[in-house]
């Protein structure tokens, strides 16, 4: 009869040491980043208070035809188009079980982060109404993490989804 109890005493406590909370947090990730555009006196200013989504799949960007035009008020009303149509296809999947995995607002310098991710294909996501220095801004960027990995995103001029307007 001890030996039954001594095995279940060491059963369980394998068993404890097999589901300690502190090991699988050790495989999750961080993701910091920073959302930041270059105005055109070449001024880098950061997208303070900006929400930030961490999402589980793409959505579909639309094709914004600047190249088929000059005149500037077709150019802005594509641009406007396109990130109205950004937005619309993003509202569409937010409320789709187990898209968004979390969301945050950045801070004054531009700055976030998403602790205690598992590891995955993630992407981050800015759209309407977001703007910066008065300019419409997008953004939809893969993110890699692999356990206890620390990743790092620049959201800026460089990588917009749509052009900022």
Same mark, same amino acid.
């Given at each position: 009869?001890? #030996?039954?109890? &001594? ?5 369980? @406590?394998?068993?404890? &040491? ?35 989504? &961490? %999402? #589980? ?8 035809? @600047? ?5 500037? $008020? ?5 641009? /406007? ?12 999947? @937010?409320?789709?079980?187990? !898209? ?21 294909? !993630? ?11 008065? !300019?419409?801004?997008? $953004?939809? %960027? ?12 620049? @959201?800026? /001029? ?8």
């Amino acid at each position: 009869m001890r #030996s039954c109890h &001594l095995s279940i005493a060491i059963f369980i @406590l394998l068993l404890m &040491l097999c589901t300690d909370p502190s090991a699988s947090q050790a495989q999750e990730g961080t993701i910091t980043g920073q959302v930041s555009l270059t105005n055109q006196e070449g001024e880098v200013v950061y997208g303070d208070w900006i929400r930030v989504f &961490l %999402t #589980s799949e793409p959505i579909a960007i639309p094709e914004v035809d @600047l190249a088929s035009t000059s005149v500037q $008020w077709e150019r802005q009303s594509r641009i /406007n188009t396109g990130h109205m149509d950004f937005f619309v296809n993003f509202r569409q999947k @937010l409320n789709v079980p187990g !898209y968004a995995v979390e969301d945050k607002l950045t801070r004054p310098d531009g700055t976030f982060t998403f602790n205690r991710i598992h590891p995955g294909r !993630y992407y981050i996501v800015i759209t309407f109404p977001t703007m910066i220095a008065g !300019y419409k801004c997008a $953004w939809q %960027t893969a993110v890699d993490v692999a356990g206890g990995q620390s990743v790092s995103v620049a @959201l800026n /001029n460089d990588n917009l989804v749509i052009p900022a307007h």
